[in-house]
Structures are given as structure tokens and as C-alpha cells.
């Protein structure tokens, strides 16, 4: 899968750098325009809604400034602002867009050194093996087909580091990390839902068949996997739809991640920002939110009533056993 950019958004300094570089020759075709700060640029902030998959085409090259890790206490210890944030998929519930707005188009950050060696020296400082997710902010496998980051990250992490680094994704280039030395200090966690779901509301991301088969791959590599069942979307049909999903990881998971790898579920949130992007830029699109199934979150954001959530998770605590009996559930949220 090849990202196809219409032109790039610069800060000059970047350049500065071997990746800014590197990305310049990269794209040498497309027209580069200056920009003073990657988190304001006000040609693409003054875009309309309706703009969103026409901003989805640019590429955003910056120096990330900001390094503040968040406490974590799922599957990781700390969440770390990483090599890029935001991201050319579209999917309609996108968390990203809370926190974007319409701007939550790929941005990629060429200083990986100065975030690496500060999640060395943390992770090296720490009682004990600490976990470090460096992809909440971003998918790193799409990323990686724009900037070949993640092999260096898992290898220069795996020699110098004590811990591990973990990242969710819903692609499936995984080839170029099945060869390197990663020594088990990478957890790799695969985002699967029902292929109605993919093909409908996660637009632009890999199909179920591709994802599956490269959790089965990167398992067989020797990294420690999971799988997020993420967003659980209750759409109308959504028991049988998540019974038939349960179906098709029994059946297509190779018996390695069957046995060693774990489960995480995750219920959709939605927010007041979504559904205007979502009405403007995508009018056909799957309806997902429900004033009868949703109650406030916050301000500007929803989550379904409390009592759908106790029947959905009953479901899927009595139907994932049936199915996948040897994965353990990490955690409901």
C-alpha cells in the first residue's frame, strides 16, 4: 500500500536533519511549500469540513517540540509523542480528529534521535522493564512507508534499551520488520472488527484477510503480539457481526498467536467535532451516532449508555472463550 501525497508542508529547519533529507529526494516531484510551525498552518486551518479527504493528500514534515510522556496503565507504562501524529487513513470515529480537528492529516517529525535517546535514558532510569507506546499518536506502519522509522527504532531500542516499545495498527506492511534482531522488546498489536466494519467506517486501512495474516507473520518473527478488537461499534447487527469476526480469527489465526497472544476491547467514543466533519465530508456515510444509544462524555463527546455497554461486554466475555479460549482479555474500555 503506497501513500500517494499532492504536495509536502515544510519548516525549513527540517531539512536540517538526515530524514528531512532524505524525505526531500523522496518527494522532489511534488511542490514543497514553507510553513513556520507544523501545528498551525493557517491555509489548511481556514479549510472547510468538507475539505477533509482533500487534506488527507498532504504530507507534513516538522520537528516535534513537545516530549511529555503520559502515564499509562494498560498495556503500556508510558504513552510517548513519537515520529508522527495524525495519519492518511480515514476512519470515521478517528480519535485523532478530537485532538486535530480537520487537520489530522500525516505529520512526520524527522528528530527521532532526540525522542529516542530521551526514551533510552527513561526507560534505562526505571525500576524495573517498563513499556513504552509510541503509537497512540499515529499508525506506524503506514508512517513507516513514508520514512523507514520503525526498523531503526526496534533495533537501535532492542540494543540500548531495558523494556519494551509497544504500537497498535491497522495495516499490514509488516515485511520490512520480520528480519531484524528486535530480542522479543517490541509488542506488536494488530487492530481487527467485523470486514462490514473495515470496508465501511476504517476507509483507507488494510482488510481483515491482510491484517491477519500479518499478526500471523510478525508472531512467527518472534514478536510478542495482541490484538485490539477496536472500536466495538454497536451497529445494528453488531452481534453477529462481532460472532462471525470471533469466527474468522479462530479459523485464520495461526495457532502461535492462538496461544501467546492477548486481547484487547476497546468501545467506540464519539465526539460533537466527528459528526460535523463525518456530515460534511462524508454525506453517505454509516451513521454512528445514536441519541438513543449515546450519552454525554464530556464536553463535546459521547459513549454508549452504561447499559448497552454491560450487555455488549457480557457478550463478548461469554462468546470470545468460545472461540479463542487461550487469549487472555488485557482489558475493557
Not at 17 to 39: A, C, D, M, T, V
Not at 138 to 155: H, K, Q, Y
Amino acid at each position: 500500500m503506497l501513500l500517494s501525497f499532492d504536495s509536502v508542508y515544510y519548516e525549513p529547519q527540517a531539512l536540517e536533519y538526515p530524514l528531512g533529507q532524505f524525505l526531500q529526494k523522496k518527494y522532489s516531484r511534488l511542490p514543497w511549500k514553507k510553513i513556520e510551525n507544523h501545528n498551525n498552518i493557517p491555509q489548511l486551518r481556514s479549510c472547510s469540513n468538507r475539505d477533509f479527504i482533500r487534506l488527507k493528500r498532504h504530507l507534513v514534515i516538522g520537528i516535534r517540540k513537545t516530549h511529555r510522556y503520559t502515564e499509562n496503565h494498560k498495556v503500556s507504562d508510558f504513552l510517548v509523542p513519537y515520529t508522527s501524529s495524525g495519519c492518511s487513513a480515514m476512519c470515521l470515529y478517528c480519535y485523532l480528529v478530537c485532538n486535530y480537528n480537520k487537520c489530522s492529516y500525516l505529520r512526520v517529525f524527522v528528530n527521532r534521535g532526540e525522542m529516542m535517546e530521551k526514551m533510552i535514558k527513561t526507560a534505562n532510569a526505571s525500576p524495573g522493564a517498563h513499556t513504552f507506546e509510541i503509537g497512540s499518536n499515529s499508525d506506524l506502519i503506514l508512517e513507516n512507508t513514508v520514512t523507514n522509522n520503525l526498523p531503526w527504532t526496534i533495533e537501535e531500542f532492542a540494543e540500548r534499551a531495558d523494556g519494551r516499545l509497544t504500537f497498535p495498527t491497522k495495516f499490514h506492511m509488516v515485511e520490512p520488520l520480520l528480519g531484524l534482531n528486535h530480542q522479543r522488546k517490541t509488542i506488536f498489536r494488530m487492530s481487527v472488527n467485523p470486514q462490514k466494519i473495515i470496508r465501511t467506517v476504517e476507509i483507507g486501512t488494510s482488510c481483515l484477510t491482510d491484517r491477519i495474516k500479518a499478526v500471523n507473520s510478525m508472531c512467527e518473527a518472534g514478536y510478542p503480539v495482541g490484538l485490539l478488537i477496536a472500536p466495538v461499534i454497536l451497529v445494528p447487527d453488531w452481534k453477529i457481526l462481532y460472532e462471525e469476526l470471533l469466527s474468522t480469527l479462530k479459523n485464520s489465526l495461526s495457532s502461535a498467536v492462538k496461544e501467546s497472544g492477548f486481547l484487547e476491547i476497546i468501545f467506540m467514543t464519539y465526539s460533537f467535532v466527528q459528526n460535523a466533519i463525518n456530515s460534511e465530508a462524508f454525506p453517505n456515510a454509516v451513521q454512528l451516532f445514536s441519541s438513543n444509544q449515546m450519552t454525554g462524555r464530556g464536553r463535546g463527546k459521547y459513549r454508549y449508555r452504561e447499559e448497552l455497554l454491560t450487555q455488549a461486554k457480557e457478550f463478548l466475555q461469554e462468546t470470545i472463550p468460545k472461540y479463542l479460549p487461550k487469549m487472555e482479555i488485557r482489558y475493557f474500555s
